[in-house]
């Protein structure tokens, strides 16, 4: 009962202010217009567009960004199908299919499978989330500090797994130098300076917000830019509604797709990327012996089972971000950043200190999905036209906006110098094989590491190591993960790679 | 078959520079390096309180395990046929250095580095603003910002589109204009040392 009066207050808020409709449409063509556009991924419209937010207030600001994130995880998928380079990584699969059928002449039913398939996607993301957000919270509001910091600690771990599959140990640290990042500054239980060499500066730490801008925006110009990669423009688009027959015949994948992208979604550091990978193969081992002939030349199936997971991932990675302060993936990290921007605290008393606001977002996230699908239609093709401007002309032009975003945040010229920073880090980092994602997980999430860990280690004063383990025993199982996590991640991987 | 190609699970950032082993050694190098100065500098904190509230507590153990995780990656460097004699690792970072700076991209992409940061030094250092009233009742700024902009993003734009300076020149300036517009006026948000 109270749910749906909170439900009813948040729906008056949509109708009262129209701004909110404004933002979620502004965020979703810019969102799809980013996406569209090769080397743009979703996690750089989403850090570059968050100096955006700061003039506007707190629920615009969260409609914005919502409609960014829907609108830029679809548009990959324009670039992928009509030029055969994916705006995003996650639209791969989707150019693979995609592609092929555009040289056959049918990239606008192409095209408008992808978008019909992103629509169901957000829409199962959307679901998932709402049933599986209370019993997250739930759990949520049994951890007490070591619980949260071992959770800290499983979030920068599993990220550092999932975002550098090859060698994990890369990925974790990766995470650790992000970690060491976040304890700049003064402590927030003593208040003294750590690692601050007297500058007034450090002493408020480092902000993860120009941190991101450097490491996904910056980063990406210094990679992409001396690039020579100059994309061909198909002018054909032809027809872009697929027939309900058609949609009908996916609708199996498309609830598995959509489970698997969400459940990718709501693990830290496995993205939409992995979602759509791991749904495409899990489709195409699943499909009929006909259909499974045409994968790799031309499938729709293909499209359906990439598009709905990398959509429904949406929806998965808002479920740790809001549940547990936890963000999902990169994108999901731009969002916690643009929440705490406006002072929103998001976690396990996300109910308490927020009453509402999860309720707006799960609004917020379903009027984003019926603007994406409107736009998307309507934006096929201006968006033709857009991406065809080559790289060399759309980087350098990202440029001041880096600079903009970083200074926007605390209009202090020193986040600048930070961005810099880190995107000359990134790059090197990048070039060396290092995963960028948990490094920008660890700096958000050390602090709360840092505190809880100290916090907890003074409850535990006077009591025995097994008494803890025993006494806290939801501690103990993500102890367990914890371990299972670096033990995967060093022998597990090592004993496969040596068997392949 | 292409299929079979690409049904590989790939990490949330598409990491398309394949390390060498020589590349990861030299990493393990540095990290570690790193780490230890993060162990020195923690153990030298202050410490206010209980053994258990220090400041450095985190932070120490934070270091150990990195110094851990780069001595398990440079015994993978080495593993996988990275250099082994540690007097000739000097010669290997140059050689890795020299790796990534050898091509003309590369040579590129170094004098980017440096013209962006020349770009943000030019926008700390220099700072003036002006208002130019116009008809609509309200003054239309300019500031170092934009002024700044718009040359070097030229520049920048010059190097890598190839376009004339004019076609380039003018494409920035619509650009910065636009985009300072709506951060200024329609978000009420300063531009870098205009105040």
Known sequence: MEALVSVQEQLLLFGQNPWLWVACLSGVTLGILWGAMPGLSTTMA??????????????????????????????GAISAVLINIPGTPDAVPTMIEGYALARRGEGGLALGTAISASFIGN???????????????????QFRSWEMFLLS??????????????????????????????????????????????????????????????????????????????????????????????????????????????????????GANVASFFSYDVGRRRAAEEEREKWGKGS?????????????????????????????????????????????????????????????????????????????????????KLFSLPKALLMPLILPVCVLGAFAVNLNFFDVYVMLISGLIGYVLHRFGFPLA??????????????????????????????????????????????????????????????? | MATEEVVQPVAEEEIEERSTPNKDLASAFVIGLLSVLVIVFSIRLDMPGPFYTAPGLLPFFTGCTLLLMAIMLGKQAIRAGAAVNLSELPDDLTIVAKQ???????????????????????????????????????????SSYEVISVFVVTWILRMFWKASVQRCFIVTLTTVVMLTSIFRYGFGILMPETF
């Not at chain 1, 993301?125 to 919270?137: D, K, R, W």
């Not at chain 1, 990398?310 to 990290?333: C, E, R, Y």
């Not at chain 2, 590129?108 to 609509?136: D, E, G, K, S, W």
């Open chain 1, 123 to 141: 829409w199962v993301g959307i679901v998932l989330l709402i049933l599986f957000i209370p019993a997250v919270l739930f759990l949520a509001l």
């Open chain 1, 46 to 75: 989403m850090t570059l567009l968050i100096g955006l937010t700061v003039g506007m207030s707190q629920s615009v600001a969260i409609m914005f960004m919502l409609g960014v994130y829907t609108g830029s995880v679809f548009g």
């Open chain 1, 438 to 500: 948990p490094l920008v997980l660890a700096v958000i999430l050390g602090p709360l590491a840092d505190e809880n860990f100290r916090r907890a280690l003074l409850v535990f004063e006077d009591v025995g190591v097994f008494n803890v383990l025993w006494d806290r025993k939801l501690g103990t199982v993500l102890l367990l993960v914890v371990l299972y996590t670096f033990y995967d991640g060093i022998f597990r991987r090592r004993g496969r790679k040596e068997l392949s």
């Open chain 2, 100 to 142: 990534l700076w050898s091509g003309e991209q590369d040579r590129r992409r170094f004098l980017l580095m440096v013209i962006i940061t020349f770009y943000v030094l030019l926008i700390a250092f220099i700072n003036f603003n002006f208002r130019i009233p116009t008809p609509l009742d309200f003054d239309f700024e300019i």
């Open chain 1, 300 to 384: 729709y199936e293909g499209i359906v089972c990439a598009e709905v997971a990398n959509n429904a991932n949406v929806g998965g990675s808002m479920l740790p971000t809001m549940a547990l302060g936890i963000p999902g993936n990169a994108p999901a990290a731009a969002i916690l950043a643009a929440l705490q921007l406006k002072n929103v605290v998001v976690g396990p008393l996300i109910q308490v200190e927020n009453p509402g606001l999860i309720y707006f977002i799960y609004i917020g996230l379903i009027i984003a999905n019926f603007f994406m699908y409107g736009m998307a239609i309507a934006l096929i093709k201006p968006c033709v």
């Open chain 1, 153 to 270: 600690l499983w979030g920068i771990a599993i990220c550092g797994s999932m975002s550098s599959l090859d060698a994990p140990i890369k990925g974790w640290i990766s995470g650790w130098i992000g970690l060491m990042i976040s304890f700049i500054g003064l402590d927030a239980i003593h208040g003294v300076s750590r690692f601050t060499f007297s500058s007034y500066n450090l002493d408020d730490g480092i902000g993860f917000i120009p941190v991101l801008i450097g490491l996904f925006g910056l980063a990406e110009i210094l990679r992409v830019l001396p690039q020579k990669s100059p994309p061909k423009i198909s002018s054909e688009v032809g027809r872009v509604l697929p027939s309900l027959d058609a949609l009908i015949k996916y609708v199996k994948p498309s609830f598995r797709s959509g489970i698997i992208g969400t459940v990718i979604g709501a693990i830290p550091g496995a």
